[in-house]
């Protein structure tokens, strides 16, 4: 286990320079091609070139190789000094300011309870839900259950989340309204709230939660069913029937354990899906989370700002991924050994 | 080139419809050719009902694309601002856009940007992944590890955010932009596919027969290698196409896609959001969001049974 936990820390240190050299790249080249972001703070107003250039220094934007004219890779230069300046501010927790001064890092923490809670209650949803019509689909391949359960997978795939989202508070408004007016408690209307309640920091998210989670929640029923289905048809399951086992102990206890190591696994990347899907989320249901910060950025304008949080929010992926695949190697000692 | 005998059952040329008009009616009794992959698989799927809803789906779309006035005689530019938001009826079956254009036009008409940047988007995905999957797969060593190192620290990056960063930064919302940063985003996971599809393919029997036989590394992969490894790549293009209408669609939704006075799905979409829980203007929403979902539904179940039909371990 030692040396598999040491081999994985080592192959995480590549993935998370290589993937911030990534952004840091596309990022510099969008700016060579399409022109300083800092300009965009001014609207439309002229800037004098000492103010855009007070700006850009405070956006960390003034390295000459970021510039359009007299740019001698431009503009595919990889502009490497200011990437190992970058990596030194990450290091040191360095994320730089808005547009208004506030530091990136506290704009984060503050927008990251809500997203947790939400993020909590999606993945409650996605393996609560997902793994439980997995089973029952795969318990009765090619079965009522089983088709149902692959119909509404592919359907639920197939609908994007801010039409789903919005499809459901289409839906909810008029319940909400009937509930309403037959006097229901303050609860109830902040759990059937289409839009966040500050009062209700959890109720208010139970339905933005479960939207998320139907994201995620189609791959974990359709692993579950594929694993189980393969489960069933090992030796172990066989033996444990012959020797008398009641049917209830050995899909409950036997099969189900080894069958869930995939979903397990799977957890790091739908993780990745549902940092988007937050976006998207906590965009349409009014959401003051991290994904809410990142689409007032877009709409303003904030390039650096995106950025810095996606920065971030890709240091919380890579991490929980890395946490995942530790927890696969605990659950499935096979794979310590390759 | 088209020496169809070297290339035996070994090398199939022109995958699906080349086989699909040699096919003979019937249960005939196959010959050697109609024994192949692709024979088998088209037999299967041609039988499939699902498979073949779902390609009628694509078809039309396809053609909607292509030739929206096959679809609708009305033009989608005739708008009258003061109709904006009239709900159907009135010789309007589907109501009016936000800005008074008529819903059916529109949607016909917005298929075509959709349809665009979701096909240029998989063709771009289909073939670096191809090149770079065949490369690691193929030559192996120091070629396969810089590919799969790359392939890895890409995928690292979570595709919405990643999207979003990127075209956060370009500011004017080009078709090509979005279409480049799909590309940028989608191809390693075609690259995996194909890398393990050559791998597997590349110690079959007839590919050593051929390199003993003095074959070029070109002739070996192209006669050889390609015909036989592409098929799990077709499956996927044919999901990726599903969901990259879904993600223009998003990303336009997120402020970051097309833009008006583009009228794509996406677009007309985000209209919608914006006006559905307005009492009377759900269609709005559903109308637009409807095809979108109907299509991608189309590829995703087009993939599904290409999938069942090409993979013979579930024979």
């Given amino acids: 286990m030692g040396r598999y936990v040491i081999r994985r820390l080592l192959q995480f240190i590549p993935t998370v320079v290589g993937a911030f050299f990534l952004l840091h790249y596309m990022v510099s080249a969008g700016i060579q091609l399409r022109g300083n972001p800092a300009r965009a703070f001014f609207g439309e107003r002229t800037p004098s070139p000492e103010m855009l250039a007070a700006v850009k220094r405070l956006f960390n934007t003034d390295d000459p190789c970021l510039a359009q004219e007299g740019n001698p890779l431009h503009p595919f230069n990889p502009c490497l000094g200011l990437f190992v300046e970058r990596m030194g501010n990450v290091a040191v927790g360095d994320f730089g300011t808005d547009y208004r001064g506030r530091l990136v890092t506290d704009i984060f923490l503050s927008a990251a309870p809500v997203t947790l809670r939400l993020a909590l209650i999606a993945i409650l949803t996605e393996i609560g839900i997902g793994v439980l019509a997995g089973v029952l689909a795969g318990l009765r391949s090619g079965g009522f259950i089983d088709y149902v359960v692959k119909i509404s997978t592919v359907l639920a795939i197939a609908i994007p989340v801010f039409v789903l989202g919005r499809m459901v508070q289409l839906s909810i408004v008029p319940f909400a309204r009937w509930l309403r007016d037959n006097g229901a408690s303050d609860d109830v209307m902040g759990l059937v709230a289409v839009t966040y309640k500050l009062d209700y920091p959890w109720l208010s998210l139970v339905i933005p939660g479960i939207v998320l989670g139907v994201l995620g929640l189609a791959t974990t029923a359709r692993l579950t069913r594929t694993s189980l289905m393969e489960n069933l048809r090992a030796d172990y399951v066989r033996t444990a029937t012959a020797k008398g086992m009641p049917q209830r102990r050995v899909i409950g206890v036997h099969t189900l354990r080894n069958s869930l190591i995939p979903v397990v696994t799977n957890l790091g990347y739908s993780f990745g899906v549902l940092l988007g899907g937050a976006v998207v989320t906590e965009s349409i249901f009014n959401v003051p989370g991290i994904g809410g910060v990142v689409i007032r950025s877009v709409r303003f304008n904030e390039g650096p700002v995106v950025v810095s949080m996606v920065t971030i929010l890709v240091i919380v992926y890579l991490v929980v991924n890395l946490i995942v695949d530790m927890l696969y190697a605990v659950l499935d000692p096979r794979i310590r050994y390759d | ?315």
């Fill in chain 2, 1 to 315: 080139m088209t020496d169809i005998q070297s290339a035996g059952p070994l090398g199939q040329p022109g995958p699906l419809h080349g086989e699909a008009t040699s096919l003979p009616p019937g249960d005939g009794p196959s010959t050697e050719r109609n024994a192949s992959l692709w024979a088998d698989a088209w037999r299967e799927l041609i039988r499939n009902p699902v498979f073949v809803l779902s390609s009628v789906a694509v078809l039309a779309v396809m053609s909607m694309a292509l030739a929206p006035w096959l679809w609708t005689s009305l033009d989608p530019q005739d708008c009258e601002i003061e109709l904006g938001r009239q709900g159907p009826g009135g010789g309007h079956f589907f109501g009016m856009t936000k800005d008074g254009c008529d819903m059916y036009a529109s949607v016909i008409y917005g298929s075509r940007p959709s349809i665009a940047v979701a096909v240029l988007a998989t063709l771009g995905v289909v073939l670096v992944g191809i090149l770079t999957g065949i490369l690691a797969g193929y030559y192996g060593r120091w070629v396969d590890a810089i590919i799969s190192r790359v392939v890895d620290i890409v995928m690292g990056l979570p595709f919405l955010l990643g999207a979003i960063t990127l075209l956060a930064l370009w500011r004017k919302r080009e078709w090509y932009a979005v279409v480049a940063v799909l590309i940028v985003l989608g191809w390693p996971l075609v690259t995996r596919i194909m890398r393990a599809s050559v791998l597997a393919t590349k110690n079959m029997d007839y590919v050593q027969a051929a390199r003993s036989l003095g074959a070029s590394d070109l002739r070996i992969i192209t006669r050889h290698v390609l015909p036989n490894a592409i098929a799990p790549v077709i499956v996927v293009a044919t999901i990726a196409l599903g969901s990259y209408v879904a993600a223009e669609a998003t990303l336009s939704f997120l402020g970051v896609g097309l833009r008006p006075p583009t009228v794509s799905w996406g677009v007309l979409i985000t209209h919608g959001t914006q006006w559905a829980l307005s009492p009377g203007h759900a269609y709005l929403l559903l109308v637009p969001a409807g095809l979108l979902v109907v299509t991608v539904l189309a590829f995703i179940l087009m993939g599904d049974a290409l999938r069942d039909a090409l993979d013979p371990k579930l024979r």
